[in-house]
C-alpha cells in the first residue's frame, strides 16, 4: 500500500497536476519596465507607463490566484466517511472521466451497485491488482454492478497507459487533488470501497485485493441492496 504523502506528477506542460499555471517569468515585468522609460517624459507618458505596469501586475498575480481547471472539474459533497465507514453513505462526487468524454456522478448511479476503487499509474502496489479488477468487473458487469476508478495525482498519458495495459476498460474520473479520497478517508492506494444501491458503503478493502476477496465483497453489496 502506498501512503498519500506523493510524488509531484507532471502534466505534460511540466506543472504538477491540479495546480495553478505558473507565474510569468520576471522578463514580462521587465519589458514593461523598458516600456515606461521609453514613453514621454510628460505626465500623459507617465500615466501611460503606469498603466502598462499595473496590467502586467494584474497579469503576474492574476494568472497565480487563478484556479486549476483540473481541480475545479471535482466536486465533492460536504461530507466525510470515518475510518470504518460500514454503514455510512458514501459522499457524493462529480468528476471528469480521464477518457474525456464528460463527467460521472456517483449520485447519477444510485440504484445500482457501486465498487469505487482508488488508484494511480505510479503505485507499486496498485499494479498487483489491476488485471483482477478488471477480468472481475467483466464479469459482473452484465448484473448491473458498477465498477468506478479514481485516478488520483496523476498524468492523463500514464494513466491511460495503465488502464490499457491492465484491461481495465470501466470507467475512471480524475482526481488532480485526491479531494475525493480525502472525503472517503483513504490513507493510501489502492483502496476500494464498495457500495449497496441505496449509496451505503457495505465493504472496504486497504490495499491490493485479490480475486476471491473481490467477487466475495461485490456479492455481499449486492445481497445488501
Known amino acids: ?61 492574476g494568472v497565480g490566484l487563478m484556479p486549476s481547471k483540473s481541480a475545479a472539474a471535482v466536486k465533492v459533497a460536504n461530507t466525510k466517511l470515518s475510518a470504518d465507514p460500514v454503514g455510512q453513505q458514501a459522499p457524493d462526487f462529480s468528476a471528469n472521466r480521464l477518457d474525456g468524454t464528460g463527467s460521472l456522478s456517483l449520485s447519477g448511479l444510485r440504484g445500482k451497485v457501486v465498487v469505487v476503487n482508488f488508484w494511480a499509474s505510479w503505485c507499486t502496489t496498485c499494479k498487483a491488482e489491476a ?37 481495465m476498460d470501466y470507467v475512471s474520473v480524475v482526481d488532480p ?22 449509496g451505503k458503503v457495505v465493504k472496504k478493502f486497504v490495499s491490493a485485493i485479490d480475486a476471491a476477496t473481490l467477487n466475495q465483497y461485490v456479492a455481499a453489496a449486492v445481497a445488501a441492496s
Open 1 to 61: 500500500m502506498e501512503f498519500v504523502d506523493l510524488p509531484d506528477d507532471i502534466t505534460a506542460d511540466g506543472r504538477p497536476l491540479g495546480t495553478a499555471l505558473p507565474l510569468p517569468e520576471p522578463a514580462t515585468v521587465i519589458e514593461s519596465e523598458l516600456v515606461a522609460e521609453a514613453a514621454p517624459r510628460g505626465g500623459k507618458g507617465r500615466l501611460v507607463a503606469f498603466g502598462v505596469i499595473a496590467m502586467a501586475a494584474i497579469t503576474v498575480f
Open 131 to 167: 488485471a483482477i479488477l478488471g477480468a472481475v468487473e467483466k464479469q459482473w458487469r452484465e448484473k448491473g454492478v458498477v465498477f468506478v476508478g479514481v485516478d488520483s495525482r496523476d498524468t492523463t498519458a500514464a494513466a491511460e497507459a495503465f488502464e490499457s495495459s491492465y484491461g
Open 177 to 198: 487533488n485526491a479531494d475525493i479520497g480525502q472525503h472517503f478517508y483513504v490513507t493510501g492506494f489502492p483502496e476500494t470501497y464498495f457500495i449497496d444501491k441505496t
